[in-house]
């Protein structure tokens, strides 16, 4: 195993588009959403250790979820824990971990790794492989790469990356990133050849990725250089991440880096891809019957005249359910839902309705 390859998983989400069964005590990357006997976590971490260095392997989580992290995955070394101060966006936390390398080997090379993602391999696509081919080539050529995947469906709650010339093997310069599109866009995406889905998978050097924050602005490079001086004397080190987390953005590595930089490229992969941030996103990778409905953990149901609908339920519960066609029935401790599964934007108000009206004891 090459001792330059680093992994960063990125597990301090709160995972709100999964509720109820994700909660602000215990978000989604901490559960075992789709019944596999290990949570997402867990499967994150293992995709990563059988083909890098378990010492090169690095959490990044809230400092609330430090348990958690501890208690699933008890073979991470205490040095790879990384507990954020405060909640934010993807820019601080990925900026941290590259200073971190960095002081740990100026030679580096990182895959950025979300928690909630749901990757397999295909006879045409096997992930160690493919990884391993973006850190070499990352290595060889201090390229900001992110990570695309073909579309197969018009999905409007996934990011989009638009190729430009090749560069390599399955590697193209990057043309452009739209967020979320809407459904004529993200038809048209998939029709073009020309777009891949976002992935959130991003590989790195530190080096690279911390030179184009730099140059993205001033403010930004002042906190780095005060943040490598706190690291430099081993004084006020807690203090200079406090003031990273209050000083970068809320914000996506793409909106405030990568649409900026001049040196990003895409690869083109194959592997099996599936974010499993929405109630949406998760009936499309689960396994469905006859009638297009996905029983997550082998939920018991009596199902009458139902069609394209997700059911979870706890063990030993049963639901009976007549006549619904696109939804999501999902029973976790106190609270029950039932929704279509693709309105994503009234889920988001049932959320922020349970949280004034009942208390965060429902959220």
Not at 122 to 144: I, N, S, T
Not at 320 to 327: A, E, F, N, T
Request: hydrophobic fraction near 40%.
């Amino acid at each position: 195993m090459d001792k330059n390859f680093y992994c960063v998983i990125l597990a301090g989400g709160i995972g709100t588009r999964l509720w109820p069964v994700s909660r602000q005590s215990v978000p989604k990357q901490f559960i075992d959403l789709l019944g596999t006997g290990e949570t997402l976590l867990q499967s994150t971490y293992r995709r990563f250790r059988e083909f890098l260095d378990p010492d090169n392997i690095i959490v990044v989580t809230n400092k609330n979820f430090a348990g958690l992290v501890r208690e699933q995955l008890p073979q991470l070394a205490a040095h790879n824990l990384m507990l954020e101060p405060m909640r934010r966006n993807t820019v601080p936390p990925v900026t941290w971990a590259s200073v971190e390398i960095t002081r740990r080997n100026p030679n580096a090379v990182m895959v950025v790794s979300p928690s909630d993602q749901n990757i397999t391999d295909r006879p045409d696509g096997k992930f160690a492989d493919e990884m391993l081919q973006g850190l070499r080539y990352a290595y060889e050529h201090q390229q900001l790469l992110t990570v695309g995947v073909p579309p197969t469906w018009p999905e409007v709650t996934y990011g989009y990356i638009q190729m430009a010339e090749k560069q390599s093997d399955n590697i193209y310069k990057v043309k452009t990133f739209t967020e979320k599109p809407q459904e004529e866009f993200a038809r048209f995406f998939c029709e073009s050849g020309e777009f891949l889905w976002n992935t959130g998978l991003f590989i790195w050097s530190s080096r690279a990725f911390l030179k184009a924050l730099h140059g993205v602005s001033g403010d930004y490079a002042e906190v780095l250089e005060e943040l490598k001086v706190s690291y430099a004397t081993g004084q006020d080190v807690h203090e200079g991440i406090a003031d990273l987390y209050s000083k970068l953005p809320n914000m996506t590595l793409e909106e405030k880096v990568l649409e900026k930089a001049d040196n990003v490229d895409v690869m083109l992969c194959h592997f099996g891809w599936a974010d499993l941030g929405t109630w949406g996103g998760t009936y499309n990778f689960a396994e469905k019957d006859e009638a297009g409905n996905a029983l997550i953990n082998h939920a018991r149901t009596m199902l009458d005249d139902c069609h394209d609908c997700l059911v979870r339920l706890p063990e030993g519960h049963v639901a009976v359910l007549q006549g619904l066609d696109g939804y999501v029935v999902v029973e976790e401790g106190n609270v029950i839902l039932v929704c279509k599964k693709d309105d994503q934007s009234a889920l988001r108000r049932y959320v922020t309705s349970a949280l004034l009206d009942l208390g965060e004891n429902y959220v």
